[in-house]
């Protein structure tokens, strides 16, 4: 088992925190070799370009290394241009772009948004998601949150099979370990899934919650239900889903049932 880690940091999308005329991001494209990345860097350093965030991935259709560094040029010794021209000259840089971040609040060149390089998602804001259900809630009554629970299980289980399709022959343990860190990097919340004699108990630290909610949502309600039985092949309802008014985490009960029963209570539904 994974420990869990005593402290994360914020993943921020948007660069607004690097405004100015003299902040640029260049995108650069290149094939990789063990020395490339600090050769890419020294380029700026010996320009007196600042690197203020940096980020590099591999391309899998391409098989090229992609980076976006974003450079603040108060105190360079040279332009944007000429840095652009002096990176393009590395025999293993493919291509170098440039743009000027003084009016932008995210990165100029990266499109689309994936996981795994291949599947492809889309961010949103959390309050306005949480809205949703809200809506479907007051204008639907019960059917709405039912629906919206529905939801949630439909999402865990493509995701997990998605997982399955990435990992091959995972163990229960590792595909938990995956589930938990997907829920995180996917801004759901830090999760831990405790086994219990009646079922299982999840507690979601930082969940996805509007202020003044007393009980996590039945989106989430229903990824909980989901990735339990997708993972261990049983099935279970809850039994009681709360959020600690002083810490801010929710809880969440889940008891055995069969798969009859199951069946029944969602007729009812």
Known sequence: MIPARPKYFTRNLAVASMPGA???EFLVVWNDDVRSLPVILEVFSRHNAK??????????????MVGTFFCNLTEATQGADDIRKEVMGLSFVES????????????????P????????????????????????????????SAIMFREGES??????????????????????????????ATGWGIFEFKPTKEGYEVTVKDPALLEGMTEPGRFLCGIIVGIIESVYEI?????????????GQALVRLSKVSAAQKAEEASAE
Request: without cysteine; glycine residues 6%; neutral net charge.
């Open 51 to 64: 690197v203020v965030l940096a980020h590099s991935q591999l391309d899998e259709g391409e098989n090229l």
């Open 22 to 24: 003299s902040v640029y």
């Open 113 to 144: 948004v994936t996981v795994w390089g291949r599947e492809r998602v889309l961010i949103i804001r959390l309050i306005p998601l949480l809205n949703i259900e809200n809506r479907l809630r007051l204008e639907l009554g019960s059917a709405g």
């Open 155 to 184: 999402y865990a289980a493509e995701t997990l099979n998605q997982y399955r399709r990435v990992l091959g022959n995972a163990t229960q343990e590792s595909l938990m370990e995956n589930v938990k860190d997907g829920l995180r």
């Open 235 to 247: 099935k279970v309802n809850v039994v009681q889903s709360a959020v600690n008014p002083k810490s």
């Open 96 to 111: 170098v772009e440039f743009a000027s971040t003084e009016h932008s609040l995210f990165d100029k060149f990266l499109f």
